[in-house]
């Protein structure tokens, strides 16, 4: 038995469909809004961590502390991404390798020593110097790390120095695992960003 309606089969057809629709629209909104807020909560809570250079090659395991003391092996890590910054380069890319190396000093040594290091690496991109440094022995002491090795120059293809080099590389950490350089230098020798 089929229940007399005022309206047309037409007519209730269209007003479901319509009901449907919007059913659908505040289910579709609510999971777009859960999702968003969802996302903002992870992408707030997650800690981002910035591989040094040359981790992945690493053949050992290791450790990471996001706080103090920091794992000497982070450290020794993180030190050596910056020496190759810093005293790794040929002429076509000493101005990436310094810029990179600067970008990774403190607000304050990297007001001090940016012009320096850029008008030193034009100058040495002009005179055709290429430069390599090999780690042979490390050593980590707090926030302290010594690098030491063979540094080698060339010029022209020709090799005019290759003697033994140590770096200090000093640290200060600026929260969440993150560490900006607070000074290179050499025992002994020229300082290099302090």
């Known amino acids: 038995m089929k229940l007399k309606t005022p309206y047309t089969d ?3 057809n269209a007003f479901k469909s319509v009901q449907a629709w919007r ?5 579709l909104i609510g999971i777009l809004l859960f999702g968003s807020v969802e996302f903002v909560r992870l992408a707030n809570e997650r800690t981002v961590l910035l591989i040094p250079q040359g981790m992945s090659q690493v053949k050992q395991p290791v450790t990471l502390n996001l706080g103090e003391p920091f794992s000497p092996d982070y450290l020794t ?21 310094y810029a990179l190396f600067v970008g990774r000093l403190t607000p304050v040594l990297y007001k001090l020593k940016n012009e320096e290091l850029l008008a030193e690496s034009k100058r040495n991109r002009e005179e055709g110097l290429t430069q390599s440094f090999y ?29 033994p080099a140590t770096y200090i590389f000093n640290y200060t950490s600026v929260g969440n695992g993150m560490l900006q350089l ?4 050499q025992p002994g020798g020229e300082k290099q960003a302090n």
């Open 10 to 12: 037409v007519l209730a």
């Open 23 to 27: 059913t659908l629209s505040f289910v």
């Open 77 to 97: 890590n993180v030190a050596k991404g910056d020496a190759h910054f810093l005293l790794d380069w040929t002429p076509e890319n000493i101005e990436t390798q």
């Open 135 to 163: 780690v042979i022995r490390n050593a980590v002491q707090g926030p302290v790390v010594t690098l030491s090795g063979t540094l080698v120059r060339s010029s022209g293809g020709r090799e005019v120095y290759r003697g």
């Open 182 to 185: 607070s000074g290179v230098s």
